[in-house]
């Protein structure tokens, strides 16, 4: 089974400021890696995912995570944040032979200008 | 052009009745699944179905029960409702139980007991 462990459960940040979001996995077998976003009131929607490959991994509107397999780790990173970027953040992990998708218990980031 | 659609988006009732959820995805995949996100907004897999069949189903109360009367829908029951029921669940599709591919979720249904 996995499990995932997001280490921040709010952070405020200032537009225009980077923002990490700190995920940790834990997992006998390989892994899938997904973050998910949830914008107030609306469900979730992939923001990227890491399968194989690079390591690193980036979304269209600017947000990068990178693949660590050493520290277990599945960070989520963006050099300069909007105000649209307010929405509550999740990362999750399914490996290679399960059928769910197990998610952390979400990170809520509030953008202030 | 919805990919995974849910009905109805809110849901208020009163406890002891009876209510369903439907879901339907037009994406053409072969597995569905319900989430149950609770007042902290933790993530919690309820059922799973690939190809109409169940294959994941979590400690979760026999008042749920849930349908797939083929691959593109998968519908939830509840009987009895309680107050602890209140949470919005979500219902998502993905292709292949083992592939390397994402879920795409609907919407969401916040039911609230009262």
């Known amino acids: 089974a996995q499990s995932v462990t997001q280490l921040d459960s709010q952070v405020p940040v200032f537009e225009e400021a980077p923002v990490e979001l700190r995920c940790n996995y834990s997992?006998?077998?390989?892994?899938?890696l997904f973050w998910y976003v949830q914008y107030p009131n609306q469900g979730l929607q992939l923001l990227l995912k890491?399968?194989?490959?690079?390591?690193l991994v980036k979304s269209i509107n600017g947000f990068e995570a990178e693949f660590n397999k050493s520290q277990t780790s599945f960070h989520l990173r963006k050099p300069s944040v909007h105000i649209s970027d307010t929405a509550e953040y999740f990362c999750a992990v399914r490996g290679h032979n399960d059928y769910k998708l197990s998610f952390g218990a979400g990170t809520t980031v509030t953008v202030r200008a | 052009d919805t990919a995974v659609s849910q009905t109805p988006k809110y849901l208020v009732t009163q406890m002891g009745n009876d209510k369903s959820i439907k879901c339907e995805q037009n994406l053409g995949h072969d597995t569905m699944y319900w989430y149950k996100q609770d007042s902290k907004k933790f993530l919690k897999i309820m059922f799973s179905?690939?190809?109409?069949?169940?294959?994941i189903n979590e400690t979760v109360p026999n008042r749920f029960s849930p349908k797939s009367p083929d691959k593109a829908h998968l519908n939830l029951h509840i009987n009895s409702l309680e107050l602890g029921d209140s949470a919005v669940y979500f219902c998502?599709?993905?292709?292949?139980?083992?592939?390397?591919?994402?879920?795409?979720f609907g919407q969401g249904t916040r039911l609230t007991v009262v």
């Open positions: 890491y399968l194989s490959g690079s390591t």
């Open positions: 179905y690939n190809n109409k069949e169940l294959i």
């Open positions: 997992s006998s077998v390989s892994v899938y």
């Open positions: 998502a599709s993905s292709q292949g139980l083992l592939m390397n591919t994402e879920a795409f």
